[in-house]
């Protein structure tokens, strides 16, 4: 099935899921719902990377240049996003200009470096829009304001205070909801034969301390005093630091749980399938990709599909299951079975992996 087009409702959503910087919910909503986000238009001739370029952040942004959006396109105006991006920049407060440059800015211009020459219907290019928002900086650096620059890191995170222990919260729920929503949406076939779409952790972690900055920026309308004292600061980032080690073993306990039934469901699939087949009065011809295997890619991972849910203390029920496993694949059960249903050009290749499959099993049977 084709993707299909976007209705006002649709529309609406995805545009609040990027105001709001949200691209997990923005990702598995467009799953959900087979939405090519390449094609969607909004007004002013603008796509979505015009929209986030005005309104988001830089997680939608980056999803929005992964999945294709173009970056080159032009609105009525002849502005592409990154011409919005800059508008923005030069109209912001100079302590969030940082942010829209590392966030908006510079990641379509990695993706596409000759954007800077990209000219709107009024002669403005964002090289001169980039150059203007350069000046400004130094302008209020001369002056004396308060600024930060572009490539500065972002302030330490006051992980004690009540406000922050929330959007800690809000931000692992966001994480939760992602990994969920990706098991329900994606169809058991194919959602456990590896298009399981998991991030590191060095990823994830940058990623949650990033959405944290961007939240604490827009949301915080004061600034660090400058009497804090310094051991504050130290005391910051221990809790910091203590935050992160809690969100790793969540993120941890959530992979392995993950991993864990996947395999389950592997091999409960395999059990559907084999039995089915074993009964079936069928007469349609079995090819090699007919027949469900008990292993994905290597013989020798037979047991990590098969005893996935027995405990290895439990030596009655592994010895148990393993003989039923060694009647079923003997090669003269086998052929006795579906030998009559085997499609003659492919015999010598399905014993031959009937055969390995038995002698691995009899191996496994030997060392129990």
């Known amino acids: 099935m084709g993707k299909q087009k976007c209705s006002h409702c649709q529309v609406y959503k995805l545009k609040r899921y990027t105001k709001e910087d949200r ?47 173009n970056p080159y396109s032009t609105d009525e ?14 109209k912001e407060a100079s ?26 219907d009024y002669g403005t290019s964002c090289r001169d829009l980039l150059d203007r928002l350069l000046e400004k900086q130094q302008r209020q650096k001369s002056s004396g304001q308060e600024f930060q620059t ?53 990823e994830w972690c940058e990623r949650m301390a990033r959405e944290v900055h961007n939240k604490r920026k827009y949301s915080n309308t004061g600034q660090r005093s400058k009497e804090e004292p310094k051991n504050k600061k130290t005391s910051a ?45 069928d007469v349609t011809p079995l090819g090699f990709n007919d027949i469900p295997w008990p292993f994905e890619s290597e013989v020798t991972d037979i047991s990590k599909r098969l005893f996935c849910d027995i405990s290895p203390s439990d030596k009655e029920t592994y010895r148990k299951y393993l003989r039923e496993q060694q009647i079923r694949w003997h090669p ?16 010598d290749c399905i014993l031959e992996r009937v055969k390995e499959i038995s002698q691995e099993l009899n191996k496994l049977f030997d060392s129990s």
Not at 42 to 54: A, D, E, P, Q, V
């Open 332 to 347: 003269d059960k086998f052929l006795q079975k579906l030998g009559h249903r085997i499609k003659e050009e492919e015999k």
């Open 95 to 120: 302590t969030n200009v940082h942010t829209i440059y590392n966030e908006l800015i510079l990641p379509q211009l990695e993706k596409c470096p000759f954007l800077t020459e990209e000219v709107d």
């Open 77 to 90: 105006d002849g502005n592409t996003p990154v011409h919005l991006a800059l508008r923005r920049g030069l």
């Open 237 to 281: 980032e221990d809790d910091l630091e203590k935050a992160r080690e809690k969100m790793k073993q969540k993120y941890d306990d959530e992979q392995r749980r993950i991993k864990e039934l996947r395999v389950r469901r592997k091999k409960q699939d395999y059990e559907e399938n084999i039995k089915s087949l074993l009964s079936s009065k």
């Open 150 to 202: 572009w490539y500065e890191t972002p302030e330490t995170v006051d992980c004690s205070s009540p406000s922050e222990q929330e959007w800690q919260q809000k931000i692992f729920q966001e994480y939760h909801y992602e990994c969920e929503q990706e098991g329900v949406k994606i169809k058991v076939s194919e959602y456990f034969e590896g298009d399981f779409n998991e991030e590191t952790y060095d």
């Open 23 to 69: 691209p997990a919910r923005m990702r598995s909503y467009v799953a959900k719902h087979n939405i090519d986000l390449t094609t969607v238009e909004l007004s002013k001739r603008r796509n979505l990377l015009h929209y986030c370029s005005k309104y988001g952040l830089g997680g939608v942004c980056r999803y929005l240049l992964e999945v294709g959006v």
